[in-house]
């Protein structure tokens, strides 16, 4: 999570701040060390080389920022929120680079104003910005009709378009989509993909339908969401799904 953490920051600095020049892209590093299963992985990426003390300045990192109260419960619970995990996760990550995306801000401001800024662009990151919940009639082919539910959530658009494949599973609600989408945005960062993570869900079975009402369910799905907005080349696409049928 910290990698994704200090990939995402860096795009979103990049844009916020004009005068930046390059794109960090330690992303694929970070990806081939963890398949290579290197555990020096965080400190080789984070903790800058010429640190006079690695283990105290590791340390301090990990201290610094504060895990929300309301998230503190996570280590504890028997069946937290999943997008309550995935925040937890994402302050764990921030506790491991904060100081390092400090430290690399070139502009001439204070160490103070440094801090703020860095605050300011964590916090934006967190949240998911756009959750859409859907209901729509279908016709099955025994004539009889049917209302749908399904979901869609945009967890960040810095980088456009967003994208995330359609779940199809009864289990399928808000909180799963939140955070399946807040994961995809810090995987496409790690690997330095050009898109802003989403996710979307339809509440079926898709045993219980037929190829031609799959079909129908899954039109019909995509067409209310373009009518909102969320599925246009520039704003949002899905990507193909292991179970869609």
């Not at 555990?39 to 640190?51: D, E, F, I, N, T």
Request: charged share 25%; aromatic share 10%.
């Amino acid at each position: 999570m910290s990698g994704g953490v200090l990939c995402w920051f860096r795009h979103y600095l990049c844009i916020i701040d004009l005068r930046t020049e390059r794109m960090f892209r330690v992303g694929t590093a970070v990806v081939r060390a963890v398949v290579q299963g290197e555990g020096r992985l965080l400190k080789s990426v984070v903790v800058p080389a010429a640190s006079s003390s690695p283990a105290q300045r590791w340390h301090s990192d990990y201290e610094r920022h504060q895990i929300p109260e309301r998230l503190q419960y996570i280590p504890d619970a028997e069946d937290p929120s999943f997008f309550e995990m995935v925040e937890y996760f994402f302050h764990r990550g921030c506790q491991v680079v904060e100081d390092q995306l400090v430290e690399e801000m070139k502009e001439r401001i204070t160490l103070e104003e440094k801090r703020n800024k860095t605050k300011g662009i964590l916090k934006i990151m967190e949240p998911c910005h756009h959750v859409l919940e859907v209901a729509f009639p279908v016709k099955r082919d025994d004539g009889t009709y049917e209302m749908i539910h399904g979901y869609r959530a945009q967890h960040s658009l810095h980088r456009t378009p967003t994208k995330g494949g359609i779940r199809y599973s009864m289990d399928v609600c808000a909180d799963e989509v939140k955070a399946l989408s807040a994961l995809m945005t810090f995987k496409c960062s790690c690997v330095d993909v050009p898109f802003g993570g989403a996710k979307a869900g339809l509440q079926i079975d898709p045993r219980n339908y037929s190829i031609n009402e799959l079909e129908k369910i899954t039109r019909r799905f995509t067409l209310e969401l373009a009518k909102k907005g969320l599925y246009w080349p520039w704003r949002g696409c899905a990507s193909s799904r292991y179970g869609h049928g």
